[in-house]
């Protein structure tokens, strides 16, 4: 019966930015990390610069700041040494890069994977 269809119907879900609390908007666009499952906008509060960086976390299992691992040891230790890639979002620790290094350098930095 009618009555019995709609009772089994499941709520529409509405993805929320957890860093701000608003929906989806027109400009910008909710990114879920594959860890947490948390949405976030990537251009008003994760602060992307361009569409690139948008285009190429969607080729992989994104995670957020939070959750983010280094991609050499897979851990999140020690994460005030993590350099975030400037074109991929990919974390790494600076010892864990070859050659490694011993402070962040100057202006953008790219990871091995996109240089």
């Given at each position: ?28 666009e909710?990114i879920?990390c ?53 074109h ?25 994977l996109?240089?």
């Amino acid at each position: 019966s009618i009555s019995s269809c709609q009772s089994q119907s499941k709520p529409l879900s509405i993805r929320v930015c957890t860093i701000c609390g608003e929906g989806n908007i027109i400009s910008d666009e909710l990114i879920k990390c594959s860890t947490c499952q948390k949405s976030m906008h990537a251009y008003k509060c994760l602060s992307f610069e361009n569409n690139k960086i948008l285009k190429t976390i969607k080729t992989y299992s994104w995670e957020c700041v939070d959750c983010k691992k280094c991609i050499q040891c897979g851990t999140v230790e020690h994460d005030d040494e993590l350099l975030f890639c400037d074109h991929c979002d990919r974390a790494y620790h600076m010892d864990c890069l070859k050659p490694p290094l011993s402070e962040p350098p100057p202006g953008e930095w790219y990871c091995q994977l996109c240089v």
